[in-house]
């Protein structure tokens, strides 16, 4: 186990500037670390306000292990997903310091590494699940799970390949849909139950090199085409729930090792007796997207954890401010040179806050931005931010 810096500042290179990368680096920088923002375009989020940048294939090993082999930086963080997992093992092992772990990077990337972790290794309870290498093998292992299910790839993200299948004649589409979204070479999706939940959260877990595994309260959550479209916080839920969801988040976490801020999302399922039952769902090792709330909901944000976490900084109290809310601001149509109108609007709504986050260009459904809003209760809170993304437009500079 790394132990904690004795001093700052520090240099920390970012593999992924998109706008989670962004907050971790006005974070550190806060700290008075520099920031190297690495990604496969230029000009992304966090590059606009890193100290240094760089372009290059994410995927690509050799690159990759070379732009962090000259800059020497204290600690690697992962900001995303689709990454070259193989080179931070390689890394690591020449002694650079990779967050949370290389190995938790490379098991959280894969589906089928992290479920046979949670629910082979750890015993969580988890969706019932099968893998499927072909669309034979998809008719056969969906069939026992009941009608309908959900199919992913098994390497994915932002819910690309993801589909919910009524019937066996919906199989061979569904095949087809996660092999044109998988990343990466494999050939093998995962089938899953599909889950009438009542609630899905994340629980952000913050584990900490020398100190006691800490928890938010929790953040729900609702989804649309595998991203996150509104968050609120804290999500009313029964404590016994809570503690399952807390014991399960803290056993894979630390099964995973390292240290700084993980988002685990759970559903939560009403079962026969009338009991809530807690599902572990997935996980990621970094700043969550819906934990964009905790800009608005907490005394310390999630960036600021992730980075009190991983300099081995004391987190004396994590406490909620009360009832707050985000909602994303998606992009309709493609378009580049953009602008935006309505922002007196939607900052004329009370106790809110707009986040826009400087990304380049526009496709449909892409976030690029958030509202965040404070309340007197939950209803409120999310009224506001749902008002003021509303009235941010998104338009192509002509």
Not at 66 to 90: F, G
Not at 322 to 332: D, H, Q, T
Not at 337 to 365: C, I, N, Y
Request: hydrophobic share 50%; proline share 6%.
């Amino acid at each position: 186990m790394t132990p904690p810096f004795g001093s700052l500042p520090r240099t920390l290179l970012l593999l992924g500037s998109g706008e989670l990368g962004k907050e971790v680096a006005i974070a550190a920088q806060r700290l008075g670390c520099r920031v190297i923002a690495v990604d496969r375009y230029a000009g992304a989020p966090a590059m606009q306000v890193a100290d240094a940048c760089e372009v290059i294939a994410m995927t690509d090993a050799e690159a990759l292990k070379a732009v962090v082999r000259r800059h020497q930086p204290d600690l690697v963080i992962p900001e995303i997903e689709a990454l070259a997992v193989d080179a931070l093992a390689e890394l690591e092992a020449e002694g650079i310091t990779v967050i949370p772990t290389a190995r938790a990077t490379a098991v959280t990337m894969n589906r089928d590494r992290i479920r046979d972790l949670a629910a082979g290794t750890l015993g969580l309870r988890t969706a019932r699940f099968a893998y499927a290498a072909s669309a034979a093998e998809l008719a056969a292992a969906a069939a026992p799970l009941g009608w309908p299910v959900v199919v992913k790839p098994v390497m994915s993200s932002s819910g690309k390949g993801q589909s919910v299948v009524q019937d066996p004649e919906g199989i061979a589409a569904a095949w087809e849909a996660a092999r044109a979204g998988a990343r990466g070479e494999g050939a093998r999706v995962i089938v899953e139950e599909f889950l009438r939940f009542e609630l899905e959260i994340t629980l952000l877990t913050v584990k900490q090199w020398n100190g006691p595994t800490l928890f938010c309260p929790p953040i729900g959550h609702i989804q649309e085409r595998g991203d996150y479209q509104c968050s609120w916080q804290p999500a009313a839920m029964p404590d016994d729930a809570l503690a399952a969801a807390q014991a399960m988040a803290a056993a894979v976490t630390d099964n995973l090792g390292g240290a700084g801020l993980f988002g685990v999302e759970f559903f939560l399922c009403r079962r026969a007796d009338g009991e809530t039952e807690v599902v572990f769902s997935e996980l990621s090792p970094r700043p969550h997207d819906t934990g964009l709330v905790t800009l608005m909901g907490q005394n310390l944000s999630e960036f600021e954890l992730h980075l009190r976490a991983v300099l081995g900084l004391p987190i004396p109290a994590i406490r909620s401010l009360g009832p707050a809310a985000s909602r994303v601001i998606l992009a309709s149509t493609s378009a580049t040179e953009l602008h935006f109108e309505g922002l007196g609007e939607a900052l004329a709504v009370p106790d809110t806050q707009v986040l826009l986050f400087g990304k380049p260009d526009a496709r449909p459904h892409r976030r690029l931005g958030v509202a965040l809003a404070r309340g007197a209760s939950e209803a409120e809170a999310r009224q506001r931010a749902d008002g003021a993304a509303a009235a941010v437009r998104v338009v192509e500079h002509i």
